[in-house]
């Protein structure tokens, strides 16, 4: 076993022993295999660096209570880079190599995958680049996929807590029917100028839709969730909602061209569906914050971050939230995280377990 401090590791970047490559040339992917060298040749030219050719993604896979590795959700991810990669004109991962490249990832590294009861995980980071050389604009024929794997501590080392978050109105993340819906390394690039600054202060930002600055659109890398109690529209948001009755609560996530498909998100709005919640999806004026009593950020990271207030300064307000993270999203956080340890029911069939 690894001589790793899992309850030190934080929520960042550990180096794995392995990781997994396969190119793409003249028109076949070649057989993934693991490397030590976390170097790539790659041409000057290369159109990842010229020309933002680059796809990513995230998952993670647990160790179980029973002792079982389970990966959750892994194809989704997959079917999300083909989506990717087809939006930046870049040749798709076939699923089954996919799958493939995050099992050898998962082989190769078990010393670093957490036991269970540290709250930790092994995060695969997919990756796919534009290799071709090439200086006229265009995309690549050539491509490079890799699976970078890295354990990664618990996002709550205390307490499931709440972030303040901020709107900012001067930096769009992604204009409508442009790359918002694909998860590419440019959408990231590109926030980090209103991302930074938020950091710095110790919030996360809140993106509207790039046309009007009127709806909510996401965060830079998570969904946006909303609670509100449905029969009561404009209750007040005092008024928690409580968990007597869930089918008196709306589970709202903003309809919009520009955000990613959290596949978090997805899994949330399947359970609240099973908690006998409403589930939306509909546009969402950033003043309807007002009439919620609970809303967060939610994806892979974190599973749900939840808000204690949202910052709108230009237009000197604040809609607070509540400062502890409210009944309905601590049950669904709960209720997904144990899902993917394996101490509930996995009635979806989101986990692939895998015995080792
Ligand atoms: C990755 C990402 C998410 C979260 O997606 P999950 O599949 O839940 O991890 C949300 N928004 C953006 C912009 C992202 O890049």
Same mark, same amino acid.
């Given at each position: 076993?690894?001589?790793?401090?899992?309850?030190?590791?934080?929520?960042?970047?550990?180096?794995?022993?392995?990781?997994?490559? !396969?190119? =793409?040339?003249?028109?076949?992917?070649?057989?993934?295999?693991?490397?030590?060298?976390?170097?790539?040749?790659?041409?000057?030219?290369?159109?990842?660096?010229?020309?933002?050719?680059?796809?990513?993604?995230?998952?993670?896979?647990?160790?179980?209570?029973?002792?079982?590795?389970?990966?959750?959700?892994?194809?989704?991810? #997959?079917?999300?880079?083909?989506?990717?990669?087809?939006?930046?004109?870049?040749?798709?991962?076939?699923?089954?190599?996919?799958?493939? #490249?995050?099992?050898?990832?998962?082989?190769?590294?078990?010393?670093?995958?957490?036991?269970?009861?540290?709250? #930790?995980?092994?995060?695969?980071?997919?990756?796919?680049?534009?290799?071709?050389?090439?200086?006229?604009?265009?995309?690549?024929?050539?491509?490079?996929?890799?699976?970078?794997?890295?354990?990664?501590?618990?996002?709550?080392?205390?307490?499931?807590?709440?972030?303040?978050?901020?709107?900012?109105?001067?930096?769009?993340?992604?204009?409508?029917?442009? *790359?918002?819906?694909?998860?590419?390394?440019?959408?990231?690039?590109? !926030?980090?100028?209103?991302?930074?600054?938020?950091? /710095?202060?110790?919030?996360?930002?809140?993106?509207?839709?790039?046309?009007?600055?009127? =709806?909510?659109?996401?965060?830079?890398?998570?969904?946006?969730?909303?609670?509100?109690?449905?029969?009561?529209? =404009?209750?007040?948001?005092?008024?928690?909602?409580?968990?007597?009755?869930?089918?008196? +609560?709306?589970?709202? *996530?903003?309809?919009?061209?520009?955000?990613?498909? !959290?596949?978090?998100?997805?899994?949330?709005?399947?359970? /609240?569906?099973?908690?006998?919640?409403?589930?939306?999806?509909?546009?969402?004026?950033?003043?309807?914050?007002?009439?919620?009593?609970?809303? #967060?950020?939610?994806?892979?990271?974190?599973? +749900?971050?939840?808000?204690?207030?949202?910052?709108?300064?230009?237009?000197?307000?604040?809609?607070?939230?509540?400062?502890?993270?409210?009944?309905?999203?601590?049950?669904?956080?709960?209720?997904?995280?144990?899902?993917?340890?394996?101490?509930?029911?996995?009635?979806?069939?989101?986990?692939?377990?895998?015995?080792?």
């Amino acid at each position: 076993m690894k001589e790793i401090d899992w309850s030190k590791l934080g929520f960042h970047y550990t180096e794995p022993d392995f990781i997994v490559r !396969s190119a =793409y040339h003249d028109g076949a992917w070649e057989e993934p295999y693991a490397t030590k060298d976390k170097y790539l040749h790659l041409h000057v030219s290369a159109t990842c660096l010229q020309y933002g050719q680059e796809a990513f993604e995230g998952l993670k896979a647990f160790r179980g209570v029973d002792g079982k590795i389970r990966i959750f959700r892994w194809r989704e991810n #997959a079917k999300r880079m083909a989506r990717s990669a087809e939006g930046l004109y870049m040749q798709p991962v076939p699923e089954e190599l996919f799958g493939k #490249a995050i099992r050898l990832a998962l082989e190769k590294n078990m010393d670093f995958l957490p036991p269970y009861g540290t709250d #930790a995980t092994l995060y695969f980071r997919p990756l796919l680049i534009g290799t071709t050389p090439r200086l006229g604009v265009g995309p690549g024929r050539d491509f490079e996929f890799i699976v970078i794997p890295s354990p990664i501590g618990p996002y709550y080392p205390g307490k499931f807590h709440c972030t303040t978050f901020v709107v900012n109105r001067h930096v769009d993340r992604a204009a409508p029917y442009g *790359t918002g819906t694909f998860k590419v390394g440019g959408n990231y690039a590109s !926030s980090f100028r209103a991302t930074e600054p938020a950091h /710095a202060q110790g919030m996360d930002c809140l993106f509207l839709d790039a046309k009007y600055h009127r =709806y909510i659109d996401e965060c830079s890398a998570a969904n946006f969730i909303g609670i509100k109690k449905s029969t009561n529209r =404009y209750a007040d948001r005092a008024q928690t909602a409580t968990l007597t009755d869930l089918s008196t +609560i709306e589970y709202l *996530t903003p309809r919009s061209s520009a955000i990613l498909p !959290s596949i978090t998100n997805d899994s949330l709005m399947t359970l /609240a569906k099973d908690m006998g919640m409403k589930v939306t999806r509909r546009h969402i004026r950033l003043e309807e914050l007002e009439e919620m009593s609970e809303a #967060a950020a939610c994806g892979t990271a974190c599973v +749900i971050s939840p808000m204690s207030k949202v910052i709108d300064p230009e237009n000197n307000k604040i809609y607070h939230l509540g400062d502890e993270p409210g009944p309905v999203l601590t049950k669904l956080y709960h209720a997904l995280r144990d899902i993917q340890f394996g101490r509930a029911e996995d009635k979806h069939g989101w986990c692939d377990v895998i015995d080792d």
